[in-house]
Structures are given as structure tokens and as C-alpha cells.
């Protein structure tokens, strides 16, 4: 007999938190290891940020907050969807949570029932199939390659659509891909949700400002879904804010209500101090998302020439977010110094942390076995000198 309900014993374990948990276990046995797993900034939170935060402790914004939110922050945040993105949201349709991860949770647990169906277009973050599970629902998985640039066709949607489809997660700028789905490419997947009108779009937005070829669009642009589409978004990658845990959810009235609903029973309201932070974040000067902006372009570019030096490895050319994801099959059946053959991505990543001391994730934790995901999300230096040790390692396997 176990404890532990089988809700749980479902899920699988994070990768990309795994793969940082034994990076940080080896760098505290004195290896110099590179940490390549985790997603997140590696900036400092902005100076006007934290000094927002700081005069919200001393004005003393230390009590339990609204459910949804201060209405001052969803005022920025709707503000902010009308000055960036063109959209119009009232505050009551918009739902501050403790992070963008608990805001997909919140939607996905407030909208789809046991046996529903949610398409999820892979390569996908690892937390969407969980989430979808932790809803007894059932992930629909729609696969595109590196031939594809990873983003699925709308013949492939289609295909995917059944009558207990209940719900697609689109994630663009994509974690792990970095692609980023053109107008014509979202306006191609819209019309064909368009002929499917009980389909709820949940649209994860959290890379917009990390993109490198200008504006983002959004498929809550187009008629057939607007109406049905929920945005996701927050301050964790624009603002280097990921230990803040604020993100939000944008959507129709009744679905707000409802994950209001679902939050208030089980987190309440987000901090306090942070949401304060946060709101400082929309309403200041915006220069600092710039600023990170190019650094991470300077570094895609980087990475970029450097892994397409790497024989074997097929790498495209990501478009935003701070990964790249390449293929990397056929290193895949090859034998180390030590004589051991590397079965799957998964040796051949514990081959490179445990030989180059280089912490990547498999490309299985998202769905796409084959692959593996490095985050650039680092100072140029690691780039070069975790790119001269992973060639070097590939280098020695032999056949």
C-alpha cells in the first residue's frame, strides 16, 4: 500500500529541474559545471523594479491580497495588452496567479473535464502533458521536426481535432524550440479552429519580448478564436523577475471567474511585495527589455555558429526565447572513451555533464526524443567554452 494518490504517482518528475538539481550537486563537488538546463534570465532584476518593491514594504503592502490580484496591476497589465498588443481586456477578465505556470494549471484544471482532449503541439515544455494529466484529460501530441521549424501545419490540426477536442496549447515564442509562428502561420491554424467552435485556445505568451525578428503576433488576433482564446504572460523572462512568481492569465469573463474561483481555494491571492514589483515593471521605462533583448540575440547568433560546427548535430536557426534545440540522433548508438554505447539522448546528455561537465536536457522531456535542449541564458564566455567542450566530447565517441 503507498500514501500517495495515484493523481500523483502519474506525473513524471521535471527534467529541465532535474538536470539543474544535479548540475548544482556536482558544482558543489567542486566541478565546474555549466549550467545549460535552466530557463531563466541570468540578469539582475532591474534597479526601478526593486525599488518599487522596496517602497511597497515601506508603505507596508504586507496583507493578504485580492484573489485575482491588486486592480492596479490588472489595470497595467490591460493597459498593457492595449499599448503593445492592440487587445482589448477589462481588469475583471484578467487573473494575477503566482507565476505563468500556476495561470496554466489555473485554466486548464477551470476548463477541461476528465476524457476531454488538449492538442499540444511538440516539442512542448514538460509541464504541459502533466498539467493535462493532472486534469484526467488526455494529451493529443501533434509532432514537428527541425524539418518543420518545429511549429505543426494546419492540415496536421485538423487531423488532431476529434469531437471530445476540448483545448490546444500554443506556446509561441516557443520553450524548447525558440520558433516563433509567423501571421500567416497562426492565421492558417485560426481558420481551421474556426470550423471548431467548442475549442479553447490557451495561448502561452511568456518569450513575447524575447524575439529576434521583431513583433510577435498573437492568434488571439484572429475573429474565428478571439472570442475563445486565453492569453498567458507574466514578468519573469522580459523582466528577469523568475523568483517573483507573478504571471497572469487574459481571457473571457467566465473563465476568469472560474480560475478566480479555483485560486482563491487553494493559493489565494499572489505576494504582495512582488505584485507591486510587478506592476512597476509595466507602468516604467521599458529600456531594460530592449537591453536583454539584444544581449540574447548577440547570444542565438553565438550558439548558433558555434553548434553548427558540431558533426552530427542539425541545427536550425530559433527565432526567439533562449534555446536552441538541436537534433541530435545521430550521436545517438555511439560508444564513449569508456567503451559504453549511448542508448538515447538521455546518455548521451549524461555523457556530455558527466565528460564536458555541460548541463543540457534531453529532448525526450519534451516530447521529441532525438533532440536536446540548451539554454543560452548565459554570459557569452560560457557559451564559447560549453560549445569547445561539447564538440571536443562529441568528437571522442567512435562508432
Known sequence: MTWISQRVQSLSPSATLAMSQKSAELKAQGVDVINM????????????????????????????????????????????????????????????????????????????????EVIIPVPAWVSYVEMVKLAEAKP?????????????????????????????????????????????????????LGRHPDIIVLADEIYEHINFGGKVHSISEFAEVRDRTVIINGVSKAYAMTGWRIGYMAGPAEIAKAVTKLQGQYTSGASSIAQKAAEAAYTGPQECVETMRQAFE??????????????????????????LFPEISAC?????????????????????????????????????????????????????????????????LTD
Open 140 to 192: 493529443v501530441l501533434v509532432h514537428a521536426g527541425v524539418d518543420q521549424d518545429f511549429k505543426i501545419k494546419p492540415e496536421q490540426l485538423e487531423a488532431a481535432i476529434t469531437p471530445r477536442s476540448r483545448m490546444i496549447m500554443l506556446n509561441s515564442p516557443s520553450n524548447p524550440t525558440g520558433s516563433i509562428y509567423t501571421y500567416d502561420e497562426l492565421k492558417g491554424l485560426a481558420e481551421v
Open 332 to 396: 545517438i548508438g555511439r560508444r564513449t572513451p569508456a567503451g559504453k554505447k549511448l542508448e538515447s539522448g538521455s546518455d548521451y546528455v549524461m555523457y556530455l555533464l558527466q565528460e564536458a561537465h555541460v548541463a543540457c536536457v534531453d529532448g525526450a522531456a519534451f516530447c521529441a526524443p532525438g533532440y536536446m535542449r540548451l539554454s543560452y541564458a548565459t554570459s557569452d564566455d560560457n557559451i564559447r567554452e560549453a560549445m569547445r567542450r561539447i564538440a571536443e566530447a562529441t568528437a571522442r
Open 37 to 116: 538546463s535552466v530557463g531563466e534570465p541570468d540578469f539582475d532584476t532591474p534597479d526601478f523594479i526593486k525599488e518599487a518593491a522596496k517602497d511597497a514594504i515601506d508603505r507596508n503592502f504586507s496583507r493578504y491580497t485580492p484573489v485575482p490580484g491588486y486592480m492596479s496591476l490588472r489595470k497595467a497589465v490591460a493597459d498593457k495588452l492595449k499599448r503593445e498588443n492592440g487587445m482589448d481586456f477589462a481588469p475583471e477578465q484578467i487573473v494575477v496567479g503566482n507565476g505563468a505556470k500556476q495561470e496554466l494549471c489555473n485554466v486548464i484544471l477551470a476548463t477541461v473535464n476528465p476524457g476531454d
Open 298 to 323: 548577440r547570444r542565438r547568433d553565438l550558439i548558433v555558429e558555434l553548434a553548427r560546427q558540431i558533426p552530427g548535430w542539425i541545427v536550425n536557426c530559433p527565432q526567439g526565447a533562449f534555446y
